[in-house]
């Protein structure tokens, strides 16, 4: 029981620090931090992995075997050794020092990006080719189909892979705290390093700070799925890939 | 910044003696934690199979604490706040055999149990519902039919999510380098600490990971192919 209380003292003591790190007196940390990066990282991968998809969809060999490369060396490379990576070749690159915060989201948006183009790719695949047949023989060039009729659809069913897509997101910027980069476990090391006499309760408040906000945007992301789910189901089977919100979309585009 | 010199990193007695046993670091984490998670992963998978509602929650509760949080949390729970509260003689224990390493081997085993369980769940999901009462039939107990007839299908069902699992799980061992422990991710930091070739050190380690990685996902997609394992529904 005093462990839970210890708990609480620390959370009263310091909830500041976790929310917001040391904001306005240093850079902004904590939590605050965690979610800005999330958001950060997985919007501006977004673009990237759509492009990346649509390269290794693609027929031509110059766009596909870079993509391809790319996709393979992410995924196969720990995503610590690619924030080693970036924080070594950025500052050459730029020829300036650049913030912990600005090296983490290059390597989220590189990492997330190979990650969410698999997502990507498998959306388009998974859409009845059908679609493309018909956008093409209603006029669309392969460009405009795709991005009028098949991304839009494709997008759609992705949503809730997207967003779990973004807890992992969530999950991976604790990394962060290998190059000192101030957010949220950043936040919870400098702690215990001030107070060091309480790593359990510290590590205990952290793990579940994590967990509920990762929790409830995966329970967000189930229910999405099954209403997602129970649309297409609902749907005529033979044409599980249109769905309605995006009918308007198409005939604005024909 | 010197030239690029590959082999005044890899030929240096030191630094490759370093880079070596950080490898087999690695090596030992992966394995060890490989080996517990897929061995917690079938027991969490019977115990969750039993009738018996609140063993179910409890492990459904498990899999979710290991999901939701993130890995080097865990990690770090274990290390700097598990260890701070076990009894002072197992600490003493743990400090003189490398207990950065065995922490590391049962936060990340226990932790990608969890995911196991899950990858070997659905596995069990697409198994025709008849092979359970047929086995029953047939005269199997409950872990009879479980062992004999179930899990081995399960498994094949699996087998792509696990070797998915498998490959995250080797690249998650390069977290044991934030407690402390001397695996490949860490020797590459000092041997570019002392020998200031950040760009050949980062080289080396890169084409390890991805070796090991697209072997594993290539021996993966070879198993996925077999016709043994295509026809086991």
């Given at each position: 029981?005093?462990?839970?209380?210890?708990?609480?003292?620390?959370?009263?003591?310091?909830?500041?620090?976790?929310?917001i790190g040391q904001y306005p007196n240093g850079p902004l940390g904590g939590i605050a931090s965690t979610l800005i990066l999330s958001v950060l990282g997985i919007v501006l991968a977004f673009p990237l992995s759509v492009l990346i998809a649509l390269a290794r969809l693609s027929q031509w060999k110059v766009l596909n075997w870079p993509a391809t490369a790319l996709v393979y060396i992410v995924r196969g490379v720990p995503l610590l050794m690619l924030i080693l990576w970036v924080y070594f070749l950025v500052p050459l690159l730029i020829g300036d020092s650049v913030p912990g915060f600005v090296t983490m989201l290059c390597t989220l948006v590189i990492y997330e990006g190979a990650f969410l183009s698999e997502i990507v790719r498998g959306g388009i695949i998974a859409l009845p080719s059908g679609q493309m047949d018909a956008a093409r023989a209603l006029g669309h060039s392969h460009v405009g189909a795709m991005r009028y009729v098949i991304l839009p659809q494709a997008l759609y069913n992705m949503m809730p892979s997207i967003l779990s897509q973004f807890v992992s997101t969530i999950k991976e910027t604790t990394l962060g705290y290998v190059i000192n980069v101030p957010e949220l476990t950043f936040a919870a090391s400098q702690l215990n390093n001030r107070l060091l006499t309480k790593p359990f309760e510290i590590f205990a408040i952290l793990a579940i700070v994590y967990f509920i906000v990762c929790w409830s945007l995966s329970e967000v992301a189930n229910q999405l799925e099954q209403r997602i789910q129970k649309q297409?189901?609902?749907?005529?089977?033979?044409?599980?890939?249109?769905?309605?919100?995006?009918?308007?979309?198409?005939?604005?585009?024909? | 910044m010197k030239g690029f010199d590959l082999l005044a990193v890899l030929t240096h007695p030191q630094f490759s003696q370093m880079l070596l046993s950080g490898m087999k670091m690695t090596l030992i984490i992966a394995l060890g934690s490989w080996m517990l998670a897929m061995s917690l992963g079938f027991i969490l998978l019977v115990i969750r199979m039993l009738p018996f509602k609140p063993a179910d929650q409890a492990v459904a509760g498990y899999v979710s604490y290991h999901r939701n949080v993130p890995t080097l949390v865990q990690l770090m729970l274990w290390y700097f706040g598990i260890a701070n509260i076990l009894p002072a003689g197992l600490q003493i224990w743990l400090g003189d055999h490398n207990g950065e390493a065995i922490f590391a081997i049962v936060g990340l085993g226990l932790?990608?149990?969890?995911?196991?369980?899950?990858?070997?769940?659905?596995?069990?999901r697409s198994i025709q519902p008849g092979q359970d009462e047929a086995a029953r039939a047939l005269g199997h107990s409950y872990l009879g039919a479980m062992a004999y007839v179930l899990?081995?299908?399960?498994?094949?069902?699996?087998?792509?999510?696990?070797?998915?699992?498998?490959?995250?799980?080797?690249?998650?061992?390069?977290?044991?380098?934030?407690?402390?422990?001397?695996?490949?991710?860490?020797?590459?930091?000092?041997?570019?600490?002392?020998?200031?070739?950040v760009f050949e050190a980062y080289l080396i380690a890169t084409v390890v990971y991805l070796a090991c990685s697209l072997l594993l996902m290539a021996v993966g997609a070879w198993l996925s192919r077999d016709p043994a394992s295509a026809e086991a529904s």
């Open positions: 029981m005093s462990m839970l209380s210890n708990m609480i003292t620390i959370i009263e003591d310091n909830w500041l620090l976790l929310l297409r189901l609902g749907d005529d089977p033979s044409d599980a890939g249109a769905l309605q919100p995006d009918a308007p979309k198409m005939q604005g585009a024909t | 932790c990608q149990a969890a995911y196991f369980s899950e990858d070997l769940r659905s596995g069990f899990l081995p299908q399960a498994f094949r069902h699996a087998l792509p999510a696990l070797i998915n699992h498998t490959v995250s799980l080797f690249k998650n061992s390069s977290l044991a380098m934030a407690i402390g422990v001397a695996e490949l991710t860490h020797a590459v930091k000092e041997v570019e600490n002392l020998s200031f070739r």
